[in-house]
């Protein structure tokens, strides 16, 4: 089987290593491999037959898609591949010539296979390049090709608000891909823990991954500007053993964090302070690990205010931090600026896509 995973862009060899760790657990063969195709916030894994012991002693095959739903912090989506082709020249391509393209590939494929006729199935389709086609072509050139693929066999219905089957169509660049969305409409991002929406809220993937950077170790951990709770919350979930505390300098956000943590049944895992993260050192005297999606964008009223924001936080930061911290922004200058004025050492950087842009990420000790 061979399994098209989804995460955010910049992430992947983050998404990879926790994949296959899973899939380690399984005792299976399998192969992982990140940005297939050249193809980013994509990692492909190939595995094998995967079993299970029930309660009576029989064995029993494992869906691999559903493990991998079930216990993934880092994935967005999981697609069982039924076939991927380049098509070279695709985005220069005429909308007839390059939906033509697709139509024929499509309609060659075995999708009997993975539904049956009397099932309602649904397309969706996500496009990225330079392409003359929009995702809503490609959705209904792939619908009718399967449409009429699936007519051989009887009599096939199509629900486009509740599926049964949902096939997922990507062509980002000249690469295409059809598989079986196993996740369904929502993102594995979208926690339902969720219950309150900071306007700027981090994806709880990227959370992960920002954590797994950290490599937290049991010492005390801190999200200064921590929103509606997404970071604590999500190390809280991994089963955190040390100090968890959000500090929150907006007392509506850091109620909704609250909720956010009671809703995901951890609540008494977190202690969220009131307060200023420029004034970090009156709130804690020393922490092991700073992770946060600091203020840019909508995050921030002034984005002239940032540069001194920044200045002072890190100022601050110098007087309590004793192991590492990870950090998210757009505004490159500034905090570069304010670590290395403020005596920090930049150990990593990468570039990281969140909310359609892309964001630096740092780590610092």
Do not use: Q
């Not at 909308?95 to 999708?111: C, G, K, M, N």
């Not at 995702?135 to 199509?158: C, H, M, N």
């Not at 505390?245 to 509506?252: M, P, Q, S, T």
């Amino acid at each position: 089987m061979r399994l098209l995973l989804t995460t955010s862009r910049g992430i992947e060899d983050i998404a990879r290593a926790e994949v296959s760790a899973l899939l380690d657990k399984l005792g299976v063969s399998f192969r992982v491999e990140e940005r297939p195709l050249g193809v980013e916030g994509r990692v492909l894994a190939e595995v094998g037959e995967a079993f299970y012991t029930d309660e009576k002693g029989r064995k029993r095959e494992l869906s691999v898609s559903t493990y991998l739903n079930e216990r993934s912090r880092l994935l967005h989506r999981v697609i069982v591949e039924i076939a991927s082709e380049r098509f070279k020249g695709i985005e220069g391509d005429e909308p007839d010539l390059a939906l033509r393209r697709i139509e024929e590939f499509v309609s060659e494929l075995p999708v009997e296979r993975y539904v049956k006729v009397s099932e309602p199935f649904a397309v969706r389709s996500f496009r990225k390049g330079e392409h003359k086609i929009t995702s809503l072509d490609i959705s209904k050139t792939v619908r009718k090709a399967i449409f009429e693929r699936l007519s051989r066999f009887g009599s096939p219905k199509v629900n486009l608000d509740h599926p049964a089957v949902i096939f997922r169509a990507e062509l980002i660049g000249d690469v295409f891909f059809l598989g079986i969305d196993t996740t369904g409409d929502s993102s594995l991002h979208k926690r339902p823990w969720r219950v309150y929406d900071h306007p700027a809220h981090l994806k709880a993937s990227i959370a992960n991954a920002l954590i797994e950077l950290a490599e937290p170790d049991g010492g005390s951990f801190i999200d200064p500007f921590c929103g509606s709770g997404t970071i604590p919350i999500e190390l809280a979930l991994k089963g955190y053993t040390g100090e968890i505390i959000g500090l929150e300098k907006f007392r509506k956000h850091l109620r909704g964090a609250e909720m956010n943590a009671l809703a995901a049944g951890v609540r008494d895992r977190i202690e969220f302070l009131l307060g200023d993260a420029t004034r970090l050192s009156e709130y804690v005297k020393r922490v092991d690990f700073v992770v946060s999606n600091l203020p840019y964008g909508l995050k921030i009223g002034r984005k002239s205010a940032i540069p001194g924001l920044y200045m002072d936080f890190f100022g601050e930061l110098a007087k309590v931090l004793e192991k590492r911290g990870v950090f998210i922004t757009t505004e490159k200058r500034a905090i570069e600026r304010a670590i290395e004025e403020n005596g920090f050492e930049i150990v990593h950087h990468r570039l990281i896509g969140h909310g359609g842009l892309m964001v630096h990420l740092y780590i610092i000790t």
